[in-house]
Nanobody, 123 residues
Framework: EVQLVESGGGMVHTGGSLRLSCVVR????????IAWFRQAPGKDREGVSA????????YYADSVKGRFATAIDNAKNTVYLQMDSLKPEDTAVYYC????????????????WGQGTQVTVSS
């Protein structure tokens, strides 16, 4: 059974930082893609980043490039999303999602999802 469990959300002021964690069970990180999505109230789910060991570099949405970074700890089967210089428009529920194979953009390409963690950035 595949399980993804996020943690690390919270509330910060503009310019603050948070690190989200996604513990992955049942998927080999060696040949899977773990992506981060976010969804703000009234908006579509948006891809934030995607990390696959097979890709040369992670994918980042233009809105987070230079501020967010993905890291992986294979020993802990955990993927991290380090979020710096946070802005109020980053406020959303953040989800990690997994799929076997290379990175993909649309959320529908990911069959496995975590429960989500709330990130709130106040101005």
């Amino acid at each position: 059974e595949v399980q993804l469990v996020e943690s690390g959300g919270g509330m910060v002021h503009t310019g603050g930082s948070l690190r989200l964690s996604c513990v992955v069970r049942g998927l080999s990180l060696d040949d899977s893609t773990i992506a981060w999505f976010r969804q703000a109230p009234g908006k579509d789910r948006e891809g934030v980043s995607a990390f696959s060991p097979r890709e040369e570099s992670p994918y980042y949405a233009d809105s987070v490039k230079g501020r967010f970074a993905t890291a992986i700890d294979n020993a802990k089967n955990t993927v991290y999303l380090q979020m710096d210089s946070l802005k109020p428009e980053d406020t959303a529920v953040y989800y990690c999602a997994g799929r076997r194979g290379p990175a993909a953009i649309p959320p529908t390409a990911y069959p496995y999802w975590g429960q989500g963690t709330q990130v709130t950035v106040s101005s």
